[in-house]
């Protein structure tokens, strides 16, 4: 299983602000990208992919929507308002929840009340991690295990304290070279790699 989280700062929780904020400097569609290059390939999907988007623009609890490819049926297009539909979607699920709560939006998604480190620190006790950055292990020559887990952020970088928290967990940081990519184009580098072996 491979799985990627994503880390998006600016991304708001509530469904209205989000879908007003295409094209805004939150760059909301930074989510339906992610989703598209994880999950799909041509005339197809991937069934061995989980997708944790991590929403961070709130007054409240971040939010983590878990998209589980294999469960998922009804997927209604991979174009950005068909993704972004279903980012809404768990969000307007979410409404009401409280602290680390978890609820079932459809078929392969679930939304949890949960911060960025709570919820790495739940997958690091099963998955190899992996942290983006220029300075890390190549990714030619990086080993994998089973459950490898990539931890990415939109177009704000990661807090360089979070890298301290992550370095405790056991996260190895991986490069893909000297120039900095759009997280989704970080997911299709790792899909080759990891497609090769």
Do not use: W
């Not at 490819?69 to 307007?92: C, I, Q, S, T, Y």
């Not at 990714?139 to 994998?144: N, R, Y």
């Not at 992550?166 to 070279?177: D, I, M, N, P, Q």
């Amino acid at each position: 299983m491979r799985t990627f989280v994503l880390r998006a700062r600016a991304a708001p929780v509530d469904s209205g602000k989000l879908l007003a904020s295409i094209g805004t400097d939150a760059h909301p569609e930074i989510l339906a990208h992610v989703l598209m290059n994880a999950i799909f390939v041509a005339q197809s999907h991937r069934d061995d992919v989980v997708v944790h988007l991590v929403l961070e623009s709130t007054a409240d609890y971040s939010r983590s929507l878990r998209f589980e490819a294999r469960l998922m049926h009804e997927l209604g297009g991979f174009d950005e308002r068909a993704l972004l539909a279903k980012v809404a979607k768990a969000l307007d699920a979410s409404r009401g929840m409280g602290k680390e709560e978890t609820r079932p939006v459809e078929s392969g998604v679930t939304v949890q009340t949960i911060s960025f480190e709570r919820l790495v620190q739940q997958l690091s006790s099963d998955h190899q991690l992996f942290v983006l950055d220029r300075k890390g292990t190549p990714l030619t020559a990086q080993a994998f295990g089973e459950n490898p887990c990539f931890l990415l952020t939109d177009h704000i970088p990661m807090p360089k304290k979070t890298f301290g928290s992550l370095e405790r967990l056991g996260a190895t940081k991986l490069s893909l070279g000297s120039r900095m990519l759009f997280a989704s184009q970080c997911v299709v580098l790792i899909h080759h790699a990891l497609d090769q072996r």
